[in-house]
């Protein structure tokens, strides 16, 4: 079946501009994670939504930084006022079930690059 | 905090030989232990998960657990240089869901 999409694969902004990347789940996950990987790290987490609801939004690093999953499937992270140490990529995960014990499966990213 | 350490490599290895991937963990509620393979450019790709101590095997990998030292390790036998990619150790803890990585460990399979 199809897995997690993330769109658009690669965005370069400019510094200062709003962006906003999508994430579509494999199809009957309810739970959807967002992780953000810089070069030579491990991915680290940002958010997580139960359902239409972020039940943890822990990760995301300041308030320039949102989240939503208005039908409970597709998310979008808007990030507002870029600045150039947002560049990295960008990964959303979907799970059937959340708890630490479900697989956590990941799209292929998208690479944000603030210039 | 919790962390996730793993040898950052490179490790290099001949084609058909065992290749040995360690982890170590400081969160001793640490339930859920996973392995990712990242190949260059990409994303992370889930080979092994394993819950309980022991071994668990699928096919050429096999993932050994041992909570009592906190450690986790990945064996790959008979390597090839397909193998050749990252590999990334990852925990979470209980009914927490986010899952801690390391910064994984470059495996390169020589032919």
């Known amino acids: 079946g199809a897995g997690v999409s993330q769109t658009p694969s690669n965005k370069v902004t400019e510094k200062g501009k709003y962006v906003e990347l999508r994430c579509d789940p494999i199809?009957?996950?309810?739970?959807l994670y967002w992780y953000r990987q810089s070069l030579g790290q491990g991915p680290e987490f940002l958010i997580y939504?139960?359902?239409?609801?972020?039940?943890?939004d822990s990760g995301l690093p300041n308030d320039r930084f949102f989240a939503v999953r208005p039908e409970g499937s597709v998310s979008t992270l808007k990030i507002q006022r870029t600045e150039r140490g947002d560049s990295a990529v960008y990964l959303c995960?979907?799970?059937?079930?959340?708890?630490?014990?479900?697989?956590?499966?990941f799209g292929p990213g998208t690479r944000l690059t603030v210039t | 905090q919790k962390e996730v350490e793993q040898n950052s490599g490179p490790l290099s290895v001949p084609e058909g030989a065992i290749a040995s991937l360690n982890c170590t963990y400081s969160?001793?509620?640490?339930?859920?232990f996973f392995w990712y393979r990242q190949y260059s450019g990409k994303s992370p790709e889930l080979i092994m998960s394993?819950?309980?101590?022991g071994d668990k095997e699928d096919g050429r990998f096999t993932a050994q657990l041992n909570k009592a030292s906190q450690y986790v390790s990945l064996l790959i036998r008979d390597s090839q240089p397909s193998d050749s990619a990252t590999y990334l150790c990852?925990?979470?803890?209980?009914?927490?869901?986010?899952?801690?990585f390391g910064k994984g460990t470059l495996l390169t399979v020589n032919p």
């Open positions: 995960a979907s799970s059937l079930g959340s708890g630490g014990a479900y697989e956590q499966y």
């Open positions: 199809s009957g996950h309810t739970a």
């Open positions: 939504f139960q359902g239409t609801g972020a039940a943890d």
């Open positions: 969160d001793r509620g640490s339930q859920s």
């Open positions: 394993i819950y309980s101590n």
């Open positions: 990852a925990v979470t803890g209980g009914s927490n869901y986010k899952l801690t």
